[in-house]
């Protein structure tokens, strides 16, 4: 009888602790910092954490935008109270230009962009309307230098200064 109920009581532990484990606060994290060019805070940069492993043949991405004094906070989106824990490329940008393609559409990176810009009439300028204020090598997951690692809670002072 006392074997049953250690095995029952054993049994409701592991269901606790797995249902904690599962969709808790304490499984995700937010991330902020500031980010500078030369040292100079960075206002308007478009600040993108992707995620380094894929689930389902694509990987995540949390994004945010700095403020005047450079500062960004990324956080979760939907029921999830944060990013999932782990290792994230971090791409950087400022884009500034023609007030119909200001900014990238979501999810483009700069090659696409080019590829949009390619496909404009002629002579439009388009081409030459936007531009990056900040160097191309932060601009894609492929070219960054720039990563960082989450872990649950809150993950401050995660600043990057591009040179």
Same mark, same amino acid.
């Given at each position: 009888?006392?074997?049953?109920?250690?095995?029952?009581?054993?049994?409701? %532990?592991?269901?606790?602790?797995?249902?904690?484990? %599962?969709?808790?606060?304490?499984?995700?994290?937010?991330?902020?910092?500031?980010?500078?060019?030369?040292?100079?805070?960075?206002?308007?940069?478009?600040?993108?954490?992707?995620?380094?492993?894929?689930?389902?043949?694509?990987?995540?991405?949390?994004?945010?935008?700095?403020?005047?004094?450079?500062?960004?906070?990324?956080?979760?989106?939907?029921?999830?109270?944060?990013?999932?824990?782990?290792?994230?490329?971090?791409?950087?940008?400022?884009?500034?230009?023609?007030?119909?393609?200001?900014?990238?559409?979501?999810?483009?990176?700069?090659?696409?962009?080019?590829?949009?810009?390619?496909?404009?009439?002629?002579?439009?300028?388009?081409?030459?309307?936007?531009?990056?204020?900040?160097?191309?090598?932060?601009?894609?997951?492929?070219?960054?230098?720039?990563?960082?690692?989450?872990?649950?809670?809150? =993950?401050?002072?995660? =600043?990057?200064?591009?040179?």
């Amino acid at each position: 009888m006392f074997v049953w109920r250690s095995l029952v009581a054993a049994i409701g %532990c592991y269901v606790v602790v797995a249902a904690m484990g %599962c969709g808790g606060t304490g499984n995700f994290g937010t991330v902020t910092g500031i980010v500078t060019h030369k040292g100079t805070p960075v206002d308007g940069a478009k600040v993108e954490f992707h995620g380094t492993t894929q689930e389902a043949g694509r990987s995540d991405i949390f994004a945010t935008q700095t403020d005047s004094s450079g500062k960004y906070f990324i956080a979760g989106i939907g029921d999830r109270a944060g990013i999932p824990p782990g290792m994230y490329k971090v791409v950087i940008t400022k884009y500034e230009g023609n007030m119909a393609m200001n900014a990238p559409a979501e999810g483009m990176d700069p090659g696409q962009m080019e590829a949009q810009m390619s496909d404009m009439a002629p002579g439009t300028g388009a081409a030459k309307a936007i531009k990056n204020h900040l160097p191309d090598e932060y601009a894609s997951p492929a070219t960054t230098k720039l990563s960082s690692t989450v872990q649950s809670g809150k =993950n401050e002072n995660v =600043n990057f200064d591009i040179p």
